[in-house]
């Protein structure tokens, strides 16, 4: 295969299956399937806690084309984890401001603040390029021993045994046969192995259509443009529709039009009829060159269960939302940490098998608090009949002079960690509590010594399991235990006082939090929390 | 906790329901349609309360439903 229609960032070395020599077919404790940002980082995630990985990809390159850009602080703090947090932020360009307009007026409806909650390590949003991403994934990846990318490796075929699966490889030199204890499907919302399992992917499928231009700026216009999220309702040069414009490192922007159910999208895509809504939106002077021109449509749907015996499907492959909140890459990072640190204890034996059962249960909720959002932000900036159309209208023009009709607007909400409520993981509290996170909730971030630039929390919590011990001294257990001053504002976000204690799973949930723990609470909660309970 | 108010609790309504009819008299549909639609966007945000708001809509749709059962093509 040579894909010679995607546009590529970086090519790959393919490299010949040992097993193409061999009789016997190779056993490998897990496969990921994918090197999409999902794949790459549930790989990572493993290496690093010492696994023997094997990726499966069928491109041998990473893709150029328009995908993810938009990387929120949850994705961000895994990064972090996994080592190339700061390449990425120093690459990415942060934004805070988000503009909305409305038809040809020139003063913006709305303005809103991204500005995140001060205090914390990373920021609330970085606009990065999805194959930026990648790169770093690999580039670190390539660094370990125990990790073997098969670039060019594309799965035919999949078989469920009793032991694990077996999969059917294609390569330029032939086919090949391959067992593993588990797979990790990563391969996107195409899924070659839903398919062959005969899974289902139900949901709604938005009749629309979205022309994005990723385009460079050259000259003056790049300096003069200041980083901020443009969003128009109903402007003169995509009447009807809605447009979008996001900055992006490079001097590359992300400009994207609404264009409607109709269209004939080969001839969308020329250059000469891309031109107008570029200059529509930037201005006759504006000179320019083209990244990239795509048209997509969208979907919102999942599949009905994420965990099939020893095959666990993860990112795309699983679930798909309109691009709108930029919640596709971010909800399948959050899936690859979910399921890493339990593959991780199931696989040492550590805990029972039936912890993967909770990453169904808990990436679930992820995938459906995002597609409801999607398709309610879709449904804003697409009325589908006169009613919602007379709903969007005048939530619009009274925003213009009221304060009170602001909220209303939706141009996407953007994406959040998910909590997880009534997770069969968490232990519920006790105490009273007048505040902090809850347990299913993501631990919030904070300086441990009230000093602005070091001693991060969520540094400090790693991908183990750790007790957070404000003042006092921690109940024993074998736990690793954080030690945190009852003065800090980390005591304070946790709203804890002398002597409380919180339980933080390696994903950075809080599992349980007590006022005054016993070793014994600290014990049964650990139990719960690894699926042992 | 807040709760919708399903007895009298205003005057004037009379001099109310006449404004409201006012404001539609030129008749356009699309018109009336935005209209209304800010009347409840304001109202609303002038109830203050997600719960009794919840339960004026649950309201209207029984209401509707008892008088005007959806037919079973719908
Ligand atoms: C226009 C656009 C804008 C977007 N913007 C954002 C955004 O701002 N923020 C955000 O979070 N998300 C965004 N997304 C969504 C995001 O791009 C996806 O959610 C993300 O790529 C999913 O990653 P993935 O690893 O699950 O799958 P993919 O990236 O699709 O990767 C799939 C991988 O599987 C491999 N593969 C496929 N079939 C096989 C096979 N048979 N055998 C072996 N390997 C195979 C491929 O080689 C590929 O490496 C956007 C998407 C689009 C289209």
Not at chain 1, 273 to 301: A, H
Request: charged share 25%.
């Amino acid at each position: 295969m040579t894909f010679s229609d995607i546009p590529k960032f970086k090519l790959k070395e393919y490299s010949k299956a040992p097993e193409l020599s061999s009789k016997t077919i190779a056993h490998k404790p897990v496969i990921i399937v994918g090197s999409g940002p999902v794949g790459l980082a549930a790989a990572l995630d493993l290496a690093q806690k010492g696994h023997e990985v094997t990726i499966l990809t069928a491109f041998d390159f990473i893709a150029l084309g328009s995908k993810a850009i938009c990387f929120a602080k949850q994705s961000l703090d895994i990064f972090d984890r996994l080592g190339i947090g700061e390449r990425i932020i120093e690459k990415g360009v942060i934004w805070n401001i988000g503009k909305l307009f409305w038809k040809d007026q020139t003063n913006p409806v709305f303005q809103f603040d991204m500005l995140p909650v001060t205090n914390q390590k990373n920021p609330g949003f970085v606009n990065i390029q999805q194959y930026y991403v990648e790169d770093y994934l690999v580039d670190a990846l390539e660094d370990m021993d125990n990790v073997d990318i098969r670039w060019g490796h594309s799965i035919s075929d999949i078989e469920v045994r009793n032991d694990g699966a077996r999969l059917d490889v294609d390569t330029r030199d032939g086919s090949y046969q391959i067992d593993a204890d588990y797979v990790l499907a990563c391969d996107g919302f195409r899924s070659k192995i839903r398919d062959s399992m005969g899974l289902d992917f139900e949901g709604r499928i938005f009749e629309d259509n979205f022309l994005i231009a990723d385009i460079k700026f050259k000259g003056k216009a790049a300096e003069q443009r200041p980083s901020e999220r443009w969003f128009w309702f109903d402007p003169p040069f995509c009447p009807g529709g809605t447009a979008l414009l996001h900055k992006q490192p490079d001097d590359v922007w992300r400009l994207d039009f609404q264009l409607g159910w109709d269209i004939d999208r080969e001839a969308v895509l020329k250059p000469e009829n891309v031109e107008p809504y570029v200059k529509g939106m930037l201005g006759d002077d504006i000179e320019f060159e083209r990244e990239w021109y795509s048209v997509y449509t969208f979907q919102c749907r999942r599949m009905n269960r994420f965990v099939h015996g020893p095959v666990i499907f993860v990112g795309d492959s699983a679930h798909l939302v309109s691009p709108f909140g930029a919640r596709g890459a971010n909800g399948g990072l959050s899936d690859a940490e979910n399921i890493a640190w339990k593959l991780d204890l199931v696989m040492r034996g550590i805990a029972p098998r039936s912890l993967i059962e909770s990453y169904n249960d808990e990436r679930i909720m992820g995938a459906d608090e995002n597609i409801r959002n999607s398709s309610r932000s879709t449904d804003f900036m697409s009325p589908k009949n006169e009613q919602s159309l007379a709903f969007r209208n005048a939530v619009l023009e009274l925003s213009n002079d009221y304060s009170f009709a602001r909220p209303f607007i939706n141009s996407g909400r953007l994406s959040t960690p998910t909590p997880y409520h009534d997770s069969p993981l968490s232990t519920v509290d006790n105490d009273e509590w007048d505040g902090g996170p809850k347990p299913g909730f993501p631990c919030v971030d904070a300086p441990v010594n009230d000093n602005e630039d070091s001693n991060w929390l969520l540094e400090k919590l790693g991908n183990d399991f750790k007790l957070l011990q404000f003042g006092g001294k921690a109940p024993e257990s074998d736990l690793d235990v954080i030690n945190i001053p009852i003065d800090s504002l980390a005591a304070q976000r946790y709203d804890a006082h002398h002597g409380a204690t919180y339980l933080i799973r390696p994903d950075q949930v809080v599992a349980a939090r007590w006022k005054e723990a016993q070793a014994d609470d600290i014990n049964g909660a650990y139990q719960r929390a690894i699926g042992a309970a | 906790m807040d709760k919708f108010n399903d007895t009298v609790n205003i005057s004037g309504h009379d001099d109310i329901y006449q404004m409201i009819v006012d404001l539609h008299a030129d008749g356009n549909e699309e018109k009336s349609q935005k209209i209304n639609a800010k009347l409840i966007i304001a109202m609303i945000n002038q109830i203050g309360s997600e719960q009794i708001v919840k339960e004026i809509i649950e309201m209207v749709r029984l209401n509707e439903e008892k008088y005007n059962p959806r037919s079973s093509t719908h």
